[in-house]
């Protein structure tokens, strides 16, 4: 069974950075995509970034330029480095996996980043 742990989340101030991690463990099939969401109070999960097993990468337009994804394949951890943080990126963030096989959505149990203005 595939498990995310994250790691990171807190309260920032507005301007401020945060880095969050995501370890994948278990029986993962390793040519996989993951991925941040979010959900904001009284909005539905929307995605944020995406990383390919090559390293390619998708951003939301709202995070462009100021968040950064990467991985480490070695270690099936995914990062998302977040900087120039505004009020709006007040969320439950959420880590992603995309298995192929089996294929199957694997998600972690979020973790709150809270930007104070």
């Known amino acids: 069974q595939v498990r995310l742990v994250e790691s990171g989340g807190g309260l920032v101030q507005t301007g401020g950075s945060l880095g969050l991690s995501c370890a994948a463990s278990g029986s993962i099939f390793s040519r996989n995509t993951m991925a941040w969401y979010r959900q904001a109070p009284g909005k539905q999960r929307e995605l944020v970034a995406t990383?390919?097993?090559?390293?390619?990468?998708d951003y939301a337009d709202s995070v462009k330029g100021r968040f950064t994804i990467s991985r480490d394949n070695a270690k099936n951890t995914v990062y998302l480095q977040m900087n120039s943080l505004k009020p709006e990126d007040t969320a439950v963030y959420y880590c992603?996996?995309?298995?192929?096989?089996?294929?199957?959505?694997?998600w972690g149990q979020g973790t709150q980043v809270t930007i104070s203005s």
């Open positions: 992603y996996l995309r298995s192929n096989y089996p294929p199957y959505d694997y």
């Open positions: 990383i390919t097993y090559g390293g390619s990468t």
